[in-house]
Structures are given as structure tokens and as C-alpha cells.
Nanobody, 123 residues
Framework: QVQLVESGGGLVQAGGSLRLSCAAS????????MGWFRQAPGKEREFVASISWSRSSPYYADSVKGQFTISRNNTKNTVYLQMSSLIPEDTAVYYC????????????????WGKGTLVIVSS
């Protein structure tokens, strides 16, 4: 059974940093892209960042470019999201996702999701 388990969320002051982790288990994630989405209160879920199995060319939403960094450790089947210079608008539940694709993007129907980790940025 495939599981994606996020961790690292919490309360942080504006301007601070957090690193989210997502540990994947239940199968081999070779040739799987992994990434992050977020859903703010009262808003739809939106794409944040993704990365291919080969870790080449991470892909970011325009809103987080230069602020967030995605990385992965294939030995540990773990993907990370380093978030810096956080602002209250980054407050959301952050979800990890995975899909079998050799490119660096998560689009369409994504089969695997975590349950999310809450990030609250206080002003």
C-alpha cells in the first residue's frame, strides 16, 4: 500500500523558514515525479513545486520561485520543500503528491497523495 507521509509543518513567524518532508513507502518510486501542492483556507488546492526522479529541472509555481526549493533523496524515497521568507499568504495545508512520469511536472489525475501538513505563518 502506497503511503506518502508529510512532516515539518507548524507555526512560524513571517520571514521565517520551514522545511517540509514527505516520506514515501509501499513501492519503488523509480521514475516517479514527486511534488507539493497547497490549499489555503477558502481556496482551491494549487500546485507549488515538483521534481523528477532524476532530480533535474525542478519546476515551481511562479508564486514561490526564488522562495521555495524542492529536493529529493531517492535512497530514502523522500522529497523535501525548503521554504524561506515566509509570508502569511503561505499559510496552507501542504500536500505531497507522486505520479509515474519521467518529466518534472505533476499534471492531470495524480494517483498518490499524502494527508497534508499544516503551515501557519503569523504576521
Amino acid at each position: 500500500q502506497v503511503q506518502l507521509v508529510e512532516s515539518g509543518g507548524g507555526l512560524v513567524q513571517a520571514g521565517g523558514s520551514l522545511r517540509l518532508s514527505c516520506a514515501a513507502s509501499g513501492r519503488s518510486f523509480s521514475n516517479y515525479a514527486m511534488g507539493w501542492f497547497r490549499q489555503a483556507p477558502g481556496k482551491e488546492r494549487e500546485f507549488v513545486a515538483s521534481i523528477s526522479w532524476s532530480r533535474s529541472s525542478p519546476y515551481y509555481a511562479d508564486s514561490v520561485k526564488g522562495q521555495f526549493t524542492i529536493s529529493r533523496n531517492n535512497t530514502k524515497n523522500t522529497v523535501y520543500l525548503q521554504m524561506s521568507s515566509l509570508i502569511p499568504e503561505d499559510t496552507a495545508v501542504y500536500y505531497c503528491a507522486a505520479d509515474r512520469t519521467t518529466n518534472n511536472r505533476l499534471t492531470g489525475t495524480i494517483p498518490y497523495w499524502g494527508k497534508g501538513t499544516l503551515v501557519i505563518v503569523s504576521s
